[in-house]
């Protein structure tokens, strides 16, 4: 009788700890998601500002040569 809950407690212990992780992974992928799509809005903000910058003060990129 004991081994027969034993075997049912792991049983339901590892299928909740599947779905637990499955849950996790979205979680963490979504979050990825939004950092990702953050940081390329931050990014192309920032490179329209330097460009707007350069531009209001005549600068211009140069490449740097290599030596």
Do not use: C, N
């Not at 979050?31 to 707007?52: F, G, K, N, V």
Request: net charge positive.
């Amino acid at each position: 009788m004991l081994r027969v809950r034993a075997a049912s407690f792991f049983t339901g212990f590892a299928v909740a700890s599947g779905m637990a992780m499955y849950q996790v992974q979205k979680e963490v992928w979504s979050s990825h998601q939004t950092l990702s799509a953050q940081a390329q809005e931050y990014h192309s903000d920032l490179e329209s500002r330097i460009a707007r910058l350069e531009k209001s003060t005549g600068l211009r990129s140069k490449p740097k040569e290599s030596e």
